[in-house]
């Protein structure tokens, strides 16, 4: 019997490549107005299945069903006519096109006598822009555009067709914060106006804040599908990992050793007002706190970028002050920071000469590098983070997010770094690259350093960390055991919370 209900309905969906079954027996019903997250890990096949839905690629075998009558998608074009568009997980634009162009490729208007008629065809797409609330017009040059633009300028390209469904395909994949939230208003806003969405991302916060519902891709089939509000992270990392949670948190006990970090009072700029905290080595350090608690802004002032207007540090004792990243990390303190794009990897150079970036003085022999060190760093490196790519040579722009984060990490390998500064250095990874890192820091522990690692996503902090310091406001504000701890208490201190001592409960404030 049909559901008015499902706008979208694959059945028993099969394909392979060759011998790569790729999918198998997909059963996935999407509801007419809500956002259904497509979530699985590299590889996993979600790609796949969109393109299957949209006409790309054919399917050995299955169904789709649209408004409960089957449909056959032999090309793009007749997902368009049953209201399906899709933004590309690839999607590229013409740079030196303008929007409207772009919106347009292959399918311009034409007037009478055969004339595009850039008037109307602009006047539809800044409509389109109206729409999303974007700041840009329709005759700005793709190559003017911000990446978040672009992605606004394909969100219009398939709004041009009216769908009833939008699919996108990792959307986020290279869009910074603020362009993320930005894409989050427009996704509501469609929804408002009553498009369907497919959200394909490994970002799970994202997928927690922005769904309806959820459905996990793992090794080809659909391992379930839940109303967002009845999962946690918890089952969905489960889910797409296929283990328990213990298995993907690496944690190990270390022997807790001397102090090696004192932070007294600090202040600095606007936004760190009296920071005090102590690190040992051995400990993982979690930092948890909303966006603009002061936590990058605090390591910032330690990494000798911002100015310390009061407060004193210690390392090992001996009083500390960096006025410049490069008396920090003389000091010991190696930082790997939270923009990877802008401040971590030079895209355009391979995996080796990045590696070496902030090394290269060590394997200089009055003054020429040594080239045998250098590659025996370079395999070291990628089997402890067990980066997957082609050899030294290949370009870090080339790799995936969490590729890339680990050869921003493996830079720091080398030298003499007593503590390590880890600023979200998930974000954007995708599961099997997060495991590795974690590994990582939890070996830096074992080999006796002290580990700081910022996170916004609290359940990887309880996974990893011994003891998490939540700020709020510029300051800690609570520090807790992480094996006693749980998130709403978390939240609680980080959005402001404060100690309750009235009720007869409260426990007493140590
Ligand atoms: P996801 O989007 O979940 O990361 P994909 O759908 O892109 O996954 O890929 C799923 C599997 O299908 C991978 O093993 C990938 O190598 C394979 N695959 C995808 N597209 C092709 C193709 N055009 N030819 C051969 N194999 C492909
Ligand atoms: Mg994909």
């Known amino acids: 019997m049909a559901d008015s209900q499902i706008l979208l309905e694959c059945?028993?969906?099969?394909?392979?490549?060759?011998?790569?079954?790729?999918?198998?027996?997909?059963?996935?019903?999407?509801?007419?107005?809500?956002?259904?997250?497509?979530?699985?890990?590299?590889?996993?096949?979600?790609?796949t299945l969109v393109k299957i839905i949209t006409g790309v690629y054919?399917?050995?075998?299955?169904?789709?069903?649209?408004?409960?009558?089957?449909?056959?998608?032999?090309?793009?074009?007749?997902?368009?006519?049953?209201?399906?568009?899709?933004?590309?997980?690839?999607?590229?634009?013409?740079?030196?096109?303008?929007?409207?162009?772009?919106?347009?490729?292959g399918s311009e208007l034409t007037g009478k006598c055969g004339k595009m008629d850039f008037k109307k065809m602009r006047s539809l797409v800044q409509e389109k822009l109206k729409l999303i609330d974007s700041d840009f017009t329709a005759d700005r040059q793709i190559s003017s555009l911000s990446v978040g633009q672009r992605e606004?300028?394909?969100?219009?390209?398939?709004?041009?067709?009216?769908?009833?469904?939008?699919?996108?395909?990792?959307?986020?994949?290279?869009?910074?914060?603020?362009?993320?939230?930005?894409?989050?208003?427009?996704?509501?806003?469609?929804?408002?106006?009553?498009?369907?969405?497919?959200?394909?991302?490994?970002?799970?916060?994202?997928?927690?804040?922005?769904?309806?519902?959820?459905?996990?891709?793992?090794?080809?089939?659909?391992?379930?599908?839940?109303?967002?509000?009845?999962?946690?992270?918890?089952?969905?990392v489960s889910l797409m990992i296929g283990k328990e949670l213990k298995e993907f948190y690496p944690k190990e006990e270390v022997v807790k050793g001397d102090v090696v970090l004192?932070?007294?009072?600090?202040?600095?700029?606007?936004?760190?007002?009296?920071?005090?905290?102590?690190?040992?080595?051995?400990?993982?350090?979690?930092l948890a706190g909303l966006v603009g608690a002061g936590r990058t802004e605090t390591?910032?002032?330690?990494?000798?970028?911002e100015?310390?207007?009061?407060?004193?540090?210690?390392?090992?004792?001996?009083?500390?002050?960096?006025?410049?990243?490069?008396q920090a990390c003389k000091a010991g303190i190696a930082f790997i920071p939270e923009d990877r794009r802008n401040e971590g990897i030079v895209a355009q150079m391979d995996i080796g000469e990045n590696l070496s970036l902030s090394s290269t003085r060590l394997w200089a022999k009055r003054g020429l590098i040594d080239r045998r060190r250098e590659s025996t760093f370079f395999e070291d490196i990628r089997k402890a983070l067990n980066i997957v790519c082609t050899g030294k040579k290949q370009l870090v722009g080339e790799l995936s997010g969490g590729n890339q984060q680990k050869v921003v990490i493996g830079r720091w390998m080398v030298g003499d770094f007593k503590i390590f500064v880890f600023d979200q250095p998930t974000t954007g990874?995708?599961?099997?690259?997060?495991?590795?890192?974690?590994?990582?820091?939890?070996?830096?522990?074992?080999?006796?350093?002290?580990?700081?690692?910022i996170s916004s996503e609290n359940e990887e902090l309880m996974g990893i960390c011994d003891r998490i310091a939540v700020m709020a406001k510029g300051r800690i504000v609570k520090e807790f055991d992480a094996a006693q701890?749980?998130?709403?208490?978390?939240?609680?201190?980080?959005?402001g919370g404060e100690e309750d001592n009235s009720g007869k409960e409260a426990e007493g404030v140590g």
């Open 307 to 326: 100015k310390i207007k009061s407060g004193s540090m210690k390392i090992e004792g001996q009083p500390f002050a960096a006025k410049s990243p490069l």
């Open 429 to 453: 990874v995708d599961i099997g690259a997060k495991t590795e890192i974690y590994k990582q820091m939890v070996s830096l522990a074992k080999q006796g350093c002290g580990i700081i690692f």
């Open 262 to 286: 004192e932070v007294d009072d600090l202040y600095s700029g606007e936004l760190v007002r009296g920071v005090s905290f102590r690190l040992h080595r051995g400990e993982i350090l979690g």
């Open 485 to 495: 701890v749980n998130e709403q208490d978390i939240l609680y201190w980080a959005a």
């Open 58 to 105: 054919s399917m050995d075998s299955g169904q789709i069903l649209v408004d409960g009558q089957p449909v056959k998608m032999n090309s793009p074009k007749d997902s368009e006519k049953a209201g399906i568009s899709i933004i590309h997980q690839d999607q590229q634009l013409v740079p030196y096109f303008d929007v409207t162009r772009n919106a347009f490729l």
């Open 152 to 236: 606004q300028a394909a969100i219009v390209t398939a709004l041009l067709q009216n769908p009833k469904l939008l699919i996108l395909d990792e959307p986020t994949a290279s869009l910074s914060n603020r362009e993320i939230e930005k894409l989050f208003e427009v996704i509501g806003k469609l929804k408002e106006e009553g498009v369907t969405i497919i959200y394909i991302s490994h970002h799970l916060d994202e997928i927690f804040r922005i769904t309806d519902s959820i459905t996990v891709l793992r090794d080809s089939r659909v391992q379930g599908t839940f109303p967002t509000g009845r999962t946690d992270h918890k089952e969905v």
């Open 11 to 47: 059945r028993e969906i099969y394909k392979s490549f060759d011998k790569n079954k790729v999918l198998q027996d997909i059963n996935l019903k999407i509801k007419r107005g809500e956002v259904h997250a497509l979530l699985g890990q590299n590889g996993a096949g979600k790609s």
């Open 299 to 305: 390591m910032l002032a330690m990494y000798g970028v």
